[in-house]
């Protein structure tokens, strides 16, 4: 199995480049699934990763909506570098980081939570996942005759307050944020900082709206913007068809990079981007 990615990775690794390769969790190292707590990473991903977080000059970087204690529970692996509720809160290299203006915005988000959440009795089905700096209305399991009139009622309620909030439209979900310019793109560039290395190429991967921002910040960075789903932003460069495909690529990449360089490997010609992993680009 071969690819562009995997050769412009492994590539990179060998020359002595630091790879920072970050995710996004939901969607992107999981399967969506009906409600957060039962999104469990997959075992043989989990020692994937783990492996390639062993490696020198590999950073690993996880950075989702979740909150920041949540996420770290459900990924299981110390070590690597986390940011939480869609980059506002960063732990790297066991230190946290949280912004005064982040730590600011919770008075407001906490309120409009509290509206929304008494609100969403007349809604059954429909819930809110609470975030230390944000919430995320969940409809996935409500009546589908319902999903415009609860839109519609979010996002009036939220209208007085727009100027401050970031809204986003997820896959049957609305996230809400503080309109502060933090994002998964500055955490990703807090992360690839923090790695300190001179040279660095960068792979970034997600599936939603809310991926958007990391996946410009690789590309403005010179590294890879990396869609999962059927559906990924448009600005993804590549596209990985599901989290399955993800798996199997990163289980390749560690196998070639922990293997010993053959200059018969690299002289292969690579077939075109699409064969193996499933990976297709977007021109």
Not at 12 to 26: K, N, T
Not at 71 to 97: D, F, H, N, Q, W
Not at 213 to 231: H, R, V, W
Request: include cysteine; glycine fraction near 10%; charge should be negative.
């Amino acid at each position: 199995m071969d690819s562009l990615i995997l050769k412009q990775l492994t590539a990179a690794y060998r020359a002595g480049q630091q790879l920072v390769l970050a995710f996004d969790y939901d969607g992107t190292l999981t399967p969506l699934a009906a409600h957060p707590r039962l999104a469990h990473l997959d075992p043989v991903l989990r020692g994937v990763l783990a492996r390639l977080a062993a490696r020198p000059r590999i950073t690993i970087g996880i950075i989702s909506g979740r909150g920041l204690d949540n996420l770290i529970g459900m990924v299981g692996l110390p070590g690597l570098s986390y940011g939480g509720s869609t980059g506002l809160e960063l732990e790297l290299a066991g230190k946290r980081r949280i912004s005064a203006e982040a730590l600011a915005s919770r008075v407001l988000l906490d309120a409009l939570c509290a509206a929304i959440e008494e609100r969403l009795t007349e809604y059954p089905g429909a819930w809110v996942e609470k975030k230390p700096f944000g919430f995320t209305v969940h409809y996935r399991q409500l009546a589908t005759d319902r999903f415009a009139s609860l839109r519609t009622e979010t996002l009036a309620r939220l209208a007085p307050q727009a100027a401050n909030l970031q809204i986003m439209h997820g896959p049957l979900a609305i996230e809400v944020l503080p309109a502060i310019g933090q994002d998964k793109g500055t955490a990703l560039r807090a992360i690839v900082t923090h790695s300190g290395a001179p040279s660095v190429t960068v792979l970034y991967a997600g599936d939603a709206v809310n991926d958007e921002p990391a996946l410009t910040a690789a590309m403005e960075l010179g590294g890879i913007a990396l869609g999962i789903g059927l559906e990924p932003p448009a600005v993804a460069e590549y596209r990985l068809a599901d989290p399955a495909a993800l798996r199997d690529l990163l289980m390749t990449l560690v196998e070639k990079i922990a293997a010993p360089h053959s200059d018969q490997d690299d002289s292969n010609p690579s077939p075109a981007l699409g064969d193996g992993c499933g990976i297709d680009a977007w021109h």
